[in-house]
């Protein structure tokens, strides 16, 4: 062990060859510790409603309204606060809006920049000089440090300040210089991201958050099921490829397909139209309807049912394969009477709302014909070699994980898998029995395999397993006895449309149960909390997000709007910053257009979760742990540097 420490001692000489130089960062770090920690900010169920989250990125879920209430307080008042505030957001646009209004724009541009400088500061305050340098512009980064950093002992300021803002104007580049500033402003405020499950499916735009998320500074993912279908579907799985195509048929998206990653339709469009030409689908309804043509409409609804018969096919194939999925009492059509288009389960015998199945043998019902098997080898191909589609997917890969743990919170999209009695459900994959978090860690090994497994074996399990993730009645993601797909379509009776939840959300309130969780994953029961989403909380029928006396919360409110009628809100947002952890309830949001134009925010009520006795620092965080260590090691090469074990390289 003495080798080993010495022989790593030598490797950090090379790093640090002197005294000096390790004594330097030494007091660098230490430094480092008592500075506030960093503002976290997580977001849950995006569900591809890239306008919303995009706005609550900007403005940190009410982070950025805070840091001009603290740098301006009472000497600005609510509507140029408003206006700042806007601007920030979106400085480009709202220049473009001012210069049509404003007479002069040499002042509001010197007004605007002194008082974006002022927010900078703020924003800066709590980071040490190197990091901020390294979220500098780079066109302006010597320029924003002068004016964000003090000069101590600098006889005329003012005048120094005042000389660098009028020449910026001066020359022409005020516009460039905000923008610079406001970027700057929105990535100091928060200092990492939490994604916690669900960017994709039923809004317009998850490829366009994934491009957004890419650029993101800081940032991790925790996968929820949705997120997981579309990694299924990109490694070529068949039952994931056609539950993502036909949940974008269902809610008129099929352009993130074909325009968003290029994957061509056209075969599965021609097939459906030809099959169904005759039937009105009138079961396979477009949910959140756009304004398309209604030929357009016509031809996706089609193409719905097309690919729906499609998904329950492979789902009855590869349920066969795999039994301990669970999922062979979900295949419903070996049920079916197709003379009588009826359909018996569990001894009941009930009529089918849609019983045209021209391409279904009766005999077979679950081969598909040589045209469906032509589309899905060609879909497979083409998920499997879309570019775009892979980028985002190694990018889920790299940053996410089926849970988390961050500063002693434990972070993950759906449950931990319980009994009626609140013990941890065992589930079997691969022959053996898992529960608690060895059942996430095995089932995120095998989403991992199912893209760079070399066993063939390995690889194809992964791959389904991702399916299984999905959709699965003991699945931590999905987290509900079923998926009633099926029944929805083709059955009127609601009680057969009933998805019962998992135990765990009877135990929300349970601390004990509660705590057995954050014990199983290693955390204190004091201080630690769970975040989850996935099932969106009602708010309008009273219930809380803040659950077990705020040692739970569960912060999907409706991002998606088709979940907006149910909830009441628009989504949940949590921030944890160096004062305790803030909830923020948004209302819908309108539109970008008026967020610029009328300057209308997300409104968004706070409630203080927790709020600490003392300022949390760099110290308290999983950052200040790693910092203490490298300090001790320090410490150690500086002992080995005096004792004359290790000489100075210099």
């Known amino acids: 062990m003495e080798m080993l420490m010495e022989k790593y001692l030598e490797r950090l000489s090379e790093l640090y060859p002197s005294i000096a130089a390790a004594s330097t960062e030494v007091i660098n770090l230490q430094a480092i510790l008592n500075l506030p920690k960093g503002t976290e900010h997580f ?18 879920s009410g982070s950025v309204k ?7 307080a009472n000497t600005m008042s609510a509507r140029d606060k408003q206006t700042l505030a806007t601007l920030i957001y979106y400085p480009r646009e709202k220049i473009e809006r001012i210069k049509k209004e404003e007479p002069n724009m040499d002042d509001w541009y010197k007004i605007m920049l002194y008082r974006l400088i002022e927010i900078s500061k703020g924003a800066a305050s709590k980071y040490t000089r190197s990091k901020v340098r390294k979220a500098l512009p ?9 004016l964000i950093t003090e000069k101590q ?23 460039e210089f905000i923008v610079a500033l406001c970027e700057l402003i929105q990535r100091l405020t928060v200092d990492h991201l939490h994604i916690v499950g669900d960017i994709y499916d039923r809004g317009p735009g998850p490829h366009i958050i994934m491009d957004k998320l890419m650029e993101h500074h800081s940032i991790d993912i925790q996968w929820g099921n949705h997120d997981v279908l579309w990694m299924g579907a990109a490694a070529g799985q068949k039952c994931c490829i056609a539950n993502v195509i036909r949940i974008c048929a269902r809610y008129g998206n099929l352009d993130i397909l074909e325009d968003g990653y290029g994957i061509n339709l056209l075969p599965l469009a021609t097939f459906s139209w030809k099959k169904y030409a005759k039937d009105p689908c009138e079961c396979f309804k477009l949910k959140g309807q756009g304004e398309e043509r209604p030929q357009e409409t016509e031809l996706n609804m089609k193409m719905h049912k097309a690919i729906s018969i499609i998904q329950f096919k492979v789902e009855g194939q590869i349920s066969q394969e795999y039994p301990e999925f669970g999922f062979e009492r979900r295949n419903f059509l070996h049920l079916i009477d197709y003379n009588e288009g009826e359909i018996t389960i569990d001894g009941e015998e009930y009529s089918l709302l849609d019983d045209y199945f021209p391409t279904i043998d009766p005999e077979n019902p679950y081969a598909l014909s040589e045209e469906e098997e032509h589309i899905m080898n060609r879909l497979v191909s083409a998920f499997q070699n879309c570019e775009k589609l892979q980028c985002h997917m190694r990018f889920l890969l790299n940053k996410g994980s089926l849970f988390k743990i961050y500063n002693s919170n434990l ?19 691969d022959g053996k029995r898992y529960k608690g978090r060895a059942l996430y860690e095995i089932l995120e090994s095998y989403v991992r395999k199912g893209f760079f497994a070399v066993d063939q074996r390995e690889k194809e399990l992964g791959k389904n397993l991702m399916w299984y993730i999905w959709q699965g009645e003991n699945s931590p993601l999905f987290a509900k006895d079923k998926m009633a797909t099926f029944e929805r379509y083709f059955l009127a009776e609601e009680e057969l449309h009933k998805e019962k939840k998992n135990p765990y959300y009877n135990f929300l309130e349970n601390e004990a149960v509660m705590n057995k969780i954050l014990t199983e994953f290693g955390l204190s029961t004091e201080r630690s909390h769970i975040i989850n989403g996935h099932i969106p909380v009602k708010t309008k029928n009273g219930e809380n997000p803040i659950k077990c006396n705020g040692k739970v919360l569960v912060i999907d409110g409706g991002f998606s709007k ?32 008026a967020a610029i134009e009328k300057e209308k925010d997300i409104h968004s009520d706070s409630v203080i979760v927790k709020r600490v006795v003392s300022r949390k620092t760099v110290g308290d965080t999983d950052v200040g742990k790693e910092l203490r260590e490298r300090i001790e090691d320090l410490e150690a090469l500086l002992a080995a540097y005096r004792s004359g074990t290790i000489i100075e390289k210099v």
Do not use: W
């Not at 805070?66 to 301006?72: A, E």
């Open 43 to 60: 977001l849950t169920d995006i569900h591809g409603e890239y306008e919303a989250f995009s706005h609550v990125l900007k403005n940190g």
């Open 66 to 72: 805070r840091k001009i209430d603290d740098v301006f």
């Open 138 to 146: 780079k066109d302006f980064a010597y320029v924003i440090e002068e």
């Open 153 to 175: 002992g600098m006889m005329d300021k003012e005048s120094y300040y005042a000389s660098i803002i009028s020449t910026i104007i001066r020359i022409g580049r005020a516009e």
């Open 411 to 429: 972070l993950y999209h759906g449950c931990v898998p319980l009994d009626e009695e609140g013990n941890f459900k065992s589930v079997v994959v």
């Open 562 to 593: 088709a979940y907006q009628k149910e909830t009441g809100i628009a989504g949940y947002t949590l921030i944890y910053n160096s004062y305790g952890l803030i909830l923020a309830a948004h209302e819908p949001f309108e539109s970008t257009e």
